[in-house]
């Protein structure tokens, strides 16, 4: 086994709204190996991001409030270090891409200067270093002509060449760990490809660990080692990958499963739909959050939010069912 | 291409040209070609669905069908009436059958509007319905959608993002329309909503008889809904086909490396598959390549691609693909007559 590299427990992420305050996530706990590939799966609103920006330190505070936990990097926690310290990982060691690589480049800076810039900050590069390894950074995701497209602005990239510059950007300073959120989703299918394409192969260069935040669980299954299902603000399912796919063990992994339409499929089955829609967050839930809507739901459920029970060897769901047999699981 | 009488929406070459402007005087300097050369048919009761990436001019056509764009050229018949040759007001008269759904649930409804208004527009602009029938049709075509009727007085901030959607399908079906272009109808959703519209769309198709052209980038969404696929890349349809056969049996290059592109939730598939990586962005829809548009991307492309555009021809029974290095499957045709039965 390789050694672990972070180690996030109980972390619990706040924001006052005028409408009261949102619980965005509720104790979420996991673990990162060196050079493994996490995939953290969930819909709008499930904390998937939110628990991300918040290891990072990343969400403005206020309105948001870190309420709980800890985020154990290297032997030090993440969220107790002063800012100078955190501003020293973020982009160093940890570093992070985003959904849309239009807004988060800046639209009035060259493409060559917002790669230089992290190399000079953080790994003290002279402008002429910097250049010289913005070239090779930009040649190895495959941007032609690298040495002329320095001086372009982003608006002269397209989508998918953008989010290639966010991943060079991202990777200039040799991080140990790389964030990605929904990186693909903004793209089409076939620029997607190319990208996850990448991403697999940087991985193998560099050696970096990677947390791939998505929606998709088709994106998931090519990329990732080991997968968390969030739902209202908590991980509901963790499993390797494999194990996942053959076993899913929580209802709400089983139906999302299970909503998407199988490429593969000759007739024409009705789709599996979760009926209702994702919590509001304004208490935080004392019961399962899935509860309202989920087939296997017993009385147990409203009374009792389930922890994580073990499933199987590094497979664990938060549900009080066995839906393989009905039968009902007791907290250890 | 199919009986006449059934068929309800029929497209011949239709373009949608838009005009660049340049210099002090807007002199027009060339034209982005969004849809250059389009056919296809749609059958009563049929879905087509219309994939393509970004840029590729689906969803042009569709508001071309709707007479949202001035087509530049060709023909777009409903039933045995030319949509073109239309004045104004016969046309108005014709959107009664011809409705639209668009992707964001977010930015088509009016946030000042109630649902009962925006449900009611279209009944009023036709004279439909008056005093007391309005609210009882609102609340028919609610139910309809799957919606609680209590919501009526309610605004769209109000509601999720599949709600919205929904409210945006009972604006549409509120003429009792035979044809319904959806544009991305599910692309804002989350997943496990995105079923849940998705089943909407079959079950009103089902109870009210209609005809979808399903506009879409989500393929496998796409193969589950439609009938027949038609596939887009810069402004033309390279590939047509019956949704089990383009799927089994993709002939252009494109259709191929954008099947193999979808991503498949099963880790196992990756191991087994690997994927075709397509190089490079679609070039500019301002200038497209001289001879096959694909050939710039194509694996398989040479010099005969360069002469000229390659014909849309029927390959197989159905199966229309535009390509010089269309090679036939070597199954029999046996053993795709048997698949098209199941």
């Given at each position: 086994m390789t050694s672990e590299i972070l180690n996030v427990q109980g972390l619990e992420t706040q924001f006052n709204t005028p409408e009261g305050v949102v619980h965005a996530v509720n104790g979420v706990d996991f673990k990162l190996n060196e050079g493994e590939t996490l995939g953290i799966v969930g819909e709008s609103g499930c904390g998937k991001s939110v628990s991300m920006l918040s290891i990072l330190r990343l969400i403005q505070q206020p309105p948001g409030k870190i309420v709980a936990g800890n985020a154990m990097f290297k032997g030090q926690d993440l969220l107790q270090m002063s800012n100078d310290d955190i501003r020293r990982v973020r982009g160093g060691q940890i570093s992070m891409i985003f959904q849309d690589p239009m807004t988060s480049l800046?639209?009035?800076?060259t493409i060559g200067k917002q790669l230089a810039e992290p190399l000079m900050l953080h790994l003290g590069f002279s402008q002429e270093q910097a250049r010289n390894r913005s070239i090779e950074l930009l040649e190895q995701v495959g941007i032609p002509r690298a040495a002329d497209r320095l001086k372009d602005y982003p608006h002269q990239y397209s989508g998918g060449m953008r989010q290639r510059v966010m991943i060079a950007m991202a990777l200039s300073c040799a991080p140990q760990i790389l964030i990605a959120d929904e990186p693909t989703t903004a793209l089409d299918v076939t620029i997607q490809a190319q990208i996850v394409d990448l991403v697999i192969r940087l991985r193998e260069e560099v050696g970096m660990a990677i947390i791939w935040i998505t929606h998709d669980l088709g994106v998931v299954a090519s990329i990732a080692h080991r997968v968390n299902v969030m739902y209202g603000g908590f991980v509901i399912e963790e499993a390797l990958i494999d194990e996942l796919y053959r076993r899913p063990s929580h209802p709400y992994t089983v139906g999302l499963l299970g909503s998407l339409p199988q490429i593969q499929a000759e007739g024409r089955k009705r789709l599996y739909s979760i009926d209702g829609m994702p919590p509001m967050l304004y208490k935080k839930p004392?019961?399962?959050?899935f509860a309202p809507r989920?087939?296997?739901?017993?009385?147990k459920c409203r009374m009792e939010n389930p922890p994580?029970?073990?499933?199987?060897?590094?497979h664990r769901a938060a549900c009080w069912v066995n839906i393989e047999d009905g039968s009902v699981r007791d907290a250890e | 291409m199919q009986n006449n009488n059934e068929t309800l929406i029929r497209v011949e070459d239709l373009k949608v040209h838009f005009p660049i402007y340049r210099g002090v005087i807007r002199r027009q300097v060339g034209s982005v070609k969004a849809v250059d050369g389009v056919s296809f048919s749609i059958k009563k009761g049929e879905t087509l669905g219309l994939v393509g990436e970004s840029g590729c001019g689906k969803t042009t056509t569709g508001r071309a069908i709707v007479q949202l764009y001035k087509p530049t050229a060709g023909h777009i018949y409903f039933e045995d009436t030319d949509l073109i040759s239309l004045k104004e007001e016969p046309m108005r008269l014709m959107r009664q059958e011809i409705q639209m759904i668009f992707q964001d649930p977010y930015a088509s409804l009016n946030p000042r509007m109630t649902v009962r208004d925006i449900v009611a527009e279209p009944l009023l602009a036709f004279g439909l319905a008056t005093g007391k029938e309005i609210d009882a049709r609102v609340k028919e075509l609610m139910n309809l959608v799957r919606l609680d009727p209590d919501f009526i007085h309610r605004f769209p901030h109000e509601f999720s993002g599949g709600q919205r959607q929904r409210i945006g399908i009972a604006r549409a079906l509120a003429l009792n329309p035979a044809f319904i272009v959806c544009?991305?109808?599910?692309?804002?959703?989350?997943v496990s909503i995105q079923a849940q519209i998705v089943n909407l769309f079959e079950d009103l198709q089902k109870e009210l008889n209609l005809t979808y052209l399903f506009i879409a980038h989500d393929l496998s969404m796409v193969r589950h809904i439609s009938d027949r696929v038609a596939v887009m890349y810069l402004g033309i349809i390279v590939e047509l086909a019956d949704r089990n056969e383009i799927y089994n049996n993709p002939l252009h290059p494109y259709t191929k490396a954008l099947l193999s592109a979808i991503p498949v939730p099963d880790p196992d598939h990756y191991r087994k598959h690997s994927r075709i990586i397509m190089e490079g962005d679609v070039p500019s829809p301002a200038n497209p390549p001289s001879g096959c548009r694909f050939r710039t991307r194509c694996?398989?492309?040479?010099?005969?691609?360069?002469k000229g555009r390659p014909e849309f021809r029927e390959v197989l029974p159905g199966h229309f693909v535009e390509c010089f290095k269309v090679e036939l499957p070597t199954r029999s045709k046996e053993v795709l007559t048997e698949e098209n039965t199941l």
């Amino acid at each position: 086994m390789t050694s672990e590299i972070l180690n996030v427990q109980g972390l619990e992420t706040q924001f006052n709204t005028p409408e009261g305050v949102v619980h965005a996530v509720n104790g979420v706990d996991f673990k990162l190996n060196e050079g493994e590939t996490l995939g953290i799966v969930g819909e709008s609103g499930c904390g998937k991001s939110v628990s991300m920006l918040s290891i990072l330190r990343l969400i403005q505070q206020p309105p948001g409030k870190i309420v709980a936990g800890n985020a154990m990097f290297k032997g030090q926690d993440l969220l107790q270090m002063s800012n100078d310290d955190i501003r020293r990982v973020r982009g160093g060691q940890i570093s992070m891409i985003f959904q849309d690589p239009m807004t988060s480049l800046n639209p009035v800076m060259t493409i060559g200067k917002q790669l230089a810039e992290p190399l000079m900050l953080h790994l003290g590069f002279s402008q002429e270093q910097a250049r010289n390894r913005s070239i090779e950074l930009l040649e190895q995701v495959g941007i032609p002509r690298a040495a002329d497209r320095l001086k372009d602005y982003p608006h002269q990239y397209s989508g998918g060449m953008r989010q290639r510059v966010m991943i060079a950007m991202a990777l200039s300073c040799a991080p140990q760990i790389l964030i990605a959120d929904e990186p693909t989703t903004a793209l089409d299918v076939t620029i997607q490809a190319q990208i996850v394409d990448l991403v697999i192969r940087l991985r193998e260069e560099v050696g970096m660990a990677i947390i791939w935040i998505t929606h998709d669980l088709g994106v998931v299954a090519s990329i990732a080692h080991r997968v968390n299902v969030m739902y209202g603000g908590f991980v509901i399912e963790e499993a390797l990958i494999d194990e996942l796919y053959r076993r899913p063990s929580h209802p709400y992994t089983v139906g999302l499963l299970g909503s998407l339409p199988q490429i593969q499929a000759e007739g024409r089955k009705r789709l599996y739909s979760i009926d209702g829609m994702p919590p509001m967050l304004y208490k935080k839930p004392h019961s399962c959050p899935f509860a309202p809507r989920c087939k296997w739901v017993i009385e147990k459920c409203r009374m009792e939010n389930p922890p994580l029970l073990p499933i199987e060897e590094g497979h664990r769901a938060a549900c009080w069912v066995n839906i393989e047999d009905g039968s009902v699981r007791d907290a250890e | 291409m199919q009986n006449n009488n059934e068929t309800l929406i029929r497209v011949e070459d239709l373009k949608v040209h838009f005009p660049i402007y340049r210099g002090v005087i807007r002199r027009q300097v060339g034209s982005v070609k969004a849809v250059d050369g389009v056919s296809f048919s749609i059958k009563k009761g049929e879905t087509l669905g219309l994939v393509g990436e970004s840029g590729c001019g689906k969803t042009t056509t569709g508001r071309a069908i709707v007479q949202l764009y001035k087509p530049t050229a060709g023909h777009i018949y409903f039933e045995d009436t030319d949509l073109i040759s239309l004045k104004e007001e016969p046309m108005r008269l014709m959107r009664q059958e011809i409705q639209m759904i668009f992707q964001d649930p977010y930015a088509s409804l009016n946030p000042r509007m109630t649902v009962r208004d925006i449900v009611a527009e279209p009944l009023l602009a036709f004279g439909l319905a008056t005093g007391k029938e309005i609210d009882a049709r609102v609340k028919e075509l609610m139910n309809l959608v799957r919606l609680d009727p209590d919501f009526i007085h309610r605004f769209p901030h109000e509601f999720s993002g599949g709600q919205r959607q929904r409210i945006g399908i009972a604006r549409a079906l509120a003429l009792n329309p035979a044809f319904i272009v959806c544009d991305e109808p599910i692309s804002a959703l989350d997943v496990s909503i995105q079923a849940q519209i998705v089943n909407l769309f079959e079950d009103l198709q089902k109870e009210l008889n209609l005809t979808y052209l399903f506009i879409a980038h989500d393929l496998s969404m796409v193969r589950h809904i439609s009938d027949r696929v038609a596939v887009m890349y810069l402004g033309i349809i390279v590939e047509l086909a019956d949704r089990n056969e383009i799927y089994n049996n993709p002939l252009h290059p494109y259709t191929k490396a954008l099947l193999s592109a979808i991503p498949v939730p099963d880790p196992d598939h990756y191991r087994k598959h690997s994927r075709i990586i397509m190089e490079g962005d679609v070039p500019s829809p301002a200038n497209p390549p001289s001879g096959c548009r694909f050939r710039t991307r194509c694996p398989l492309a040479d010099q005969e691609c360069e002469k000229g555009r390659p014909e849309f021809r029927e390959v197989l029974p159905g199966h229309f693909v535009e390509c010089f290095k269309v090679e036939l499957p070597t199954r029999s045709k046996e053993v795709l007559t048997e698949e098209n039965t199941l």
